[in-house]
């Protein structure tokens, strides 16, 4: 199976603060990567898919950029909305697996 | 608009079973393949499993943790997916949420149903 590792598992951030978070395959995944974005609560909402697409709707201020075991989720410049936790998940081989998530919290 | 409803959660006790369905609207069913991932309570997301289209025999997928107790299945005619949980275990108690895969993105999912709760415990 293939590990996903993010990093990391929590952060304090400010509203106005760039975000980054990362996520590790255990082996090479393509560009086989999306993040999705959770509230409490709520549905998983994805933000990226293919590693750098953005979702339609989704503010141009989350990116996403990698390829084959390296992938990052940046959130340019946070709002209050954005408060939540992200999930980065692997579709390139069977089982899919998912990343351990990452709960930006306010500062 | 896409559409997912989850529903026939609810308490069930170990070895015991519960068949979940998903409704959906909004999109043509038949055209995807259909996953179920599960969220433990205060746990990250579990991928459970897959079943492709028609052209694809409804062939699927399964996670090693559910693999031999789970049985996804689709109905194209009720546009409904379905997950047959058998032999439960307590671990198998959380939030099952249906996701749309869409092929043209390489398989990833972009729409969610709202989710559906299993409770396992005697």
């Known amino acids: 199976d293939i590990q996903m590792t993010q990093s990391p598992s929590s952060l304090s951030a400010s509203v106005g603060d760039r975000v980054t978070v990362s996520c590790r395959a255990s082996?090479?995944?393509?560009?086989?990567l999306a993040w999705y974005q959770q509230k409490p609560g709520k549905a998983p909402k994805r933000l990226i898919y293919?590693?750098?697409n953005l979702q339609s709707g989704v503010p141009s201020r989350f990116s996403g950029s990698g390829s084959g075991t390296e992938f990052t989720l940046t959130i340019s410049s946070l709002q209050p909305e954005d408060f939540a936790t992200y999930y980065c998940?692997?579709?390139?081989?069977?089982?899919?697996?998912f990343g351990g998530g990452t709960k930006v919290e306010i500062k | 608009e896409v559409q997912l409803v989850e529903s026939g959660g609810g308490l069930a006790q170990p070895g015991g079973s519960l068949r979940l369905s998903c409704a959906a609207s909004?999109?043509?069913?038949?055209?995807?393949?259909m996953d179920w991932v599960r969220q433990a309570p205060g746990k990250g997301l579990e991928w459970v499993g897959r079943?492709?289209?028609?052209?694809?025999?409804?062939?699927?997928e399964y996670a090693a943790s559910v693999k031999g107790r789970f049985i996804v299945s689709r109905d194209d005619s009720k546009n409904s997916l379905y997950l047959q949980m058998n032999s439960l275990k307590t671990e198998d108690t959380a939030v099952y949420y249906c996701?749309?895969?869409?092929?043209?993105?390489?398989?990833?999912?972009?729409?969610w149903g709202q989710g559906t709760l299993v409770t396992v415990s005697s």
């Open positions: 082996q090479a995944i393509r560009n086989d």
């Open positions: 909004g999109f043509t069913f038949s055209d995807h393949y």
């Open positions: 293919a590693a750098s």
């Open positions: 998940l692997q579709h390139n081989s069977y089982p899919l697996t």
């Open positions: 996701a749309r895969v869409r092929e043209s993105e390489n398989y990833s999912f972009d729409y």
């Open positions: 079943i492709r289209k028609k052209t694809n025999s409804y062939t699927t």
